[in-house]
C-alpha cells in the first residue's frame, strides 16, 4: 500500500480540517502522513501534524522555491491550501509546483481572480441567474438603500466589513477602506454552502449550512440544511465554475423577499467545512481515493437538521522550564535514566508508559535474530551475514538474497519464518531496574508498540516484559495498520483503564516523527530516548 503525503499549507488553527483527513485514512485503511507548513512555529494545527515544515510568508519572493523544495523533500503528493491569500500565488505557480510532481488542490488563476474581487464574483453570480446585491466601487454612486454594507473588494473573514446605517456613516467608512465595494444590506437567514469537486470539476458533493452562530467570519453553530433551491442553485454555480477541489459559497436567504442572494465564493475548504464532513460529506475521503486512483465517492447519505456546535481547546506548543520533551542520549550500553533525574517525582507523574522496539531493547538484535531463522532454515553458509549486509545497505534483504542464490520462490516462506520465529532478545542494561523503581514510587507501567500481533508478542516473552508490565497495547490487535501511532486509540485506552490524568502520565520513546503525536495533542508529557544503535536515531 502506499503512504500518502499530503501538505496543508497556511495550516494555522485547522486542526478539524486535519483530523477529518485521519479519520478518512482511518476508514479507507491507507496510510496517511500529513505534513503542515506555517510560517510560525507556535501554529496550533502544527501539533497534530505527522511532519511540520516552517516556511516564509507567502508574499517573500522564494516562498514558491522553498514550497518546491518541501515538496521534492518530503515526496508530496498533494498540496492543499487553507488560506485566500495563499490563492493567488499558488494559482500562479500551479504548473511550477506541479512540474515537480506534487498535485496541487487549486483552481485556475482566471477563476482565483473572479473570487478575489467581489464585483467579478457578482457578475457570475448574475451570468448563473442567481441574485446578487448589486455592488458598486463609488460610495457617492450608491443608490441601493439602507442599511447598506462596505467591504473590501477582495477582502475575506469579514475584516473591515461593515454595515452602515446612512450615507454620513458610509462616507466615514469609505475614507477608511481602500478599494471597497457598497452593497445593499441583505437581512435574513445566513448559509454556507459546502461543495467538493474532482480535480476536473465534477461536482461530488453539496451541503448547505445554516449558520446559527459567527465571530470573525467562522461558523461557531451550525445546521445541515438539504434545502433543495439551494442545492440546485449550487449546481447551476458549480457547472459554471468547475472548481478544482472544495468551493465555499455564502449565501442570504431574504427574511422579506424568501430569495437566495450570493455573496461570495472561496475556492477553498472553508473553517466550517470539516462540520459538513461529519455530517456525512466524504469530501476528504474522495480526496485519499483520487490519489490511490481509486473511483470518487459520489453516493453519500447527509444527517439533515444535524446540528454542530464548535468550542476552543488548546495545546502545548512548548513546555518550556516546565517539562518540554526530554531528550535522553544513550550509548549503545543501556538505559540511563531514574526517577530522580527524569523529575518524575517532581511533576507528581503517576504513570510511565513506553515504545518497545529500540526504546526498551536494540531493535537491531531481532532483525539479526530473524536473519539467522532464516539462515537456518535456508542451510547456507554465511548466509545470515549476507542478509545482514543488504538490511544495512537499505536493501530488502530477504528479497535480495533469495534473488542471488536464484530461490525466490521460497520468499513466502523465508517471510513467515522470519516473523514468526522465537527471537533471543536483552533489553537494554538499566532497564529493569528503572521499571521495578518506578513500580517503588508507586507509579504506573506500561507498553504501546506497533507491529504485527505475532512478532510483537514474541518480542515481549523474550524480554519478559508481561511481568514487568502493568498494561501492553499491541495496537495490530485492536484492528490493524490504522491504530498504529500516531492514532491516539491506544492512549486513550490505557489512560481510561488507569483512570490517571494525561497530565499526568508520561510516554517514552525512541521516535519522534511517530511517537509523541498522540501523546502531545492529549497532554501528557514525552521523553524522547536517542540510543546511538537506534534504528531511528540521528
Known sequence: MKELHILFTGVGRRVELLQAFRQAALCLGKDLKIYGADVSNTAPALAYCDFSRIICGMREDHYILELIEICRKDRIDLVIPTIDTDLLVLAENKEKIEASGTKIMVSPLEKIRICRDKRKTSKLFDACGLHSPAPVDDWKAYKGGFPAFIKPRDGSSSINAFKVENVTELSVYAQQIENYIVQP????????????????????????????????????????????????????????????????????????????????????????????????????????KLLSHEKACCDMELADGAIYSRYEQSVCIDEGSAWGTKLIRQGSAGLSMTVSSLGIDRWKIKGVIF?????????????????????????IKDAQKKLWSYFEKGLYAIDEFLKQIGREDLKAQCLEIYRAHKPKLELYQGVCEL?????????????????????????????????????????????????????????????????????????????????????????????WVAHRDGLYRK
Do not use: H
Not at 522496539?357 to 532464516?374: I, W
Open 355 to 379: 515504545d518497545l522496539d529500540d526504546t526498551l531493547y536494540p531493535e537491531k538484535q531481532y532483525v539479526r535474530s530473524g536473519f539467522q531463522a532464516v539462515a537456518d532454515f535456508l542451510e
Open 185 to 288: 444590506f441583505v437581512s435574513g437567514e445566513e448559509y454556507t454552502i459546502d461543495i467538493f469537486c474532482d480535480f476536473e470539476g465534477r461536482m461530488l458533493s453539496v451541503v448547505p449550512r445554516r449558520r446559527l452562530a459567527v465571530r470573525a467570519g467562522e461558523v461557531l453553530k451550525t445546521q445541515i440544511c438539504m434545502d433543495r433551491t439551494i442545492i440546485r442553485e449550487a449546481k447551476v454555480l458549480t457547472e459554471a465554475f468547475k472548481p478544482c477541489g472544495p468551493l465555499t459559497v455564502q449565501m442570504i436567504r431574504d427574511e422579506k423577499s424568501d430569495r437566495n442572494y450570493y455573496i461570495e465564493i472561496n475556492p477553498r475548504f472553508g473553517g466550517g467545512v470539516p462540520l459538513s464532513m461529519k455530517a456525512g460529506a466524504r469530501s476528504a475521503e474522495t480526496i485519499l
Open 435 to 527: 521499571i521495578t523503581e518506578l513500580k517503588n514510587f508507586g507509579i504506573n507501567t506500561g507498553m504501546i508498540t506497533d507491529g504485527r500481533p505475532e512478532g510483537q508478542r514474541n518480542k515481549i516473552a523474550a524480554l519478559g516484559l508481561e511481568d514487568l508490565m502493568d498494561d501492553i497495547i499491541v495496537t495490530d490487535e485492536l484492528g490493524g495498520l490504522q491504530f498504529r501511532k500516531p492514532n491516539d486509540i491506544s492512549f486513550r485506552i490505557m489512560q481510561n483503564r488507569w483512570r490517571i490524568p494525561y497530565e499526568q502520565l508520561v510516554y517514552v520513546g525512541d521516535n519522534p516523527a511517530k511517537d509523541f503525536q498522540a501523546a502531545r495533542q492529549l497532554g501528557m508529557k514525552t521523553i
